[in-house]
């Protein structure tokens, strides 16, 4: 059984260009979240999207983060323009139950590490 | 301030060694996650509770809703346990997810 899939699995670019990470969740899963992770902050709860509805954003950094979930099994974040600060391991979850939050686990992919350089 | 706070922020064991790491929170929580990160860094999401103790195969997980204290115990430890292992908490008001900075754990053989 697939897990949740995210790519790419690396990613560099040069600052100022747009970027796109990528997420199919787990077939079934109604939730899905997006983290970042640095050496600095730990991980952060950037967004998360309950039955591909966007339900809290409030942990997306700037406006030049935006996330996505055209349908329940694919969503976006997207970086446009991109930042050397922005560079970090971005994770995406997903996990099962009629809530957000509810008493499923999360699933994690493995990770996009990206660099902005 | 951290809202989540865990202790050690590193630790080394021999095999075989049990192991307790602490996490402690300040802010009225739904569920406290246990989630464990390999060198590699991929994430698994080890236990999520609201009460009592579960239990894993070696891996034992308990929080004290009173004392807003959860452990995480690793019984007869193995060099492949090593690893960080991150506490996270969701807020009652459900809308908010905290992290700890992590354990960071090496077991040596």
């Known amino acids: 059984d697939a897990g949740v899939i995210q790519s790419p699995r690396h990613e560099v670019t040069e600052m100022g260009q747009e970027v796109t990470l990528r997420c199919k969740p787990i077939?079934?899963?109604?939730?899905l979240f997006w983290y970042r992770q640095t050496m600095m902050r730990g991980l952060e709860l950037l967004i998360y999207f309950n039955n591909n509805v966007p339900i809290d954003d409030s942990g997306m950094p700037e406006d030049r983060f935006s996330a996505k979930m055209p349908n329940a099994s694919f969503s976006t974040l997207k970086i446009q323009p991109s930042e050397p600060r922005d560079s970090a391991v971005y994770f995406c979850?997903?996990?099962?139950?009629?809530?957000?939050?509810?008493?499923?686990?999360?699933?994690f992919g493995d990770g996009t590490r990206l660099s902005i350089l | 301030k951290n809202e989540v706070e865990q202790s050690p922020q590193n630790l080394t064991a021999q095999e075989g060694e049990f192991i307790t790491i602490n996490c402690s929170y300040s802010v009225g929580i739904s569920a406290l996650h246990w989630l464990q990160q390999h060198p590699g860094g991929g994430i698994v999401s080890l236990f999520m509770l609201s009460s009592g103790k579960k239990k894993h195969g070696r891996l034992i997980a308990t929080i004290n809703i009173q004392e807003k204290h959860s452990s995480l115990h690793i019984t007869a430890s193995h060099p492949r346990d090593s690893a960080v292992y991150i506490c996270?908490?969701?807020?009652?008001?459900?809308?908010?997810?905290?992290f700890g900075t992590g354990t960071s754990l090496t077991v040596i053989p």
């Open positions: 979850a997903s996990s099962s139950g009629p809530y957000v939050y509810s008493n499923q686990p999360q699933h």
């Open positions: 077939s079934g899963h109604n939730s």
């Open positions: 996270a908490v969701t807020l009652n008001t459900g809308n908010q997810f905290y």
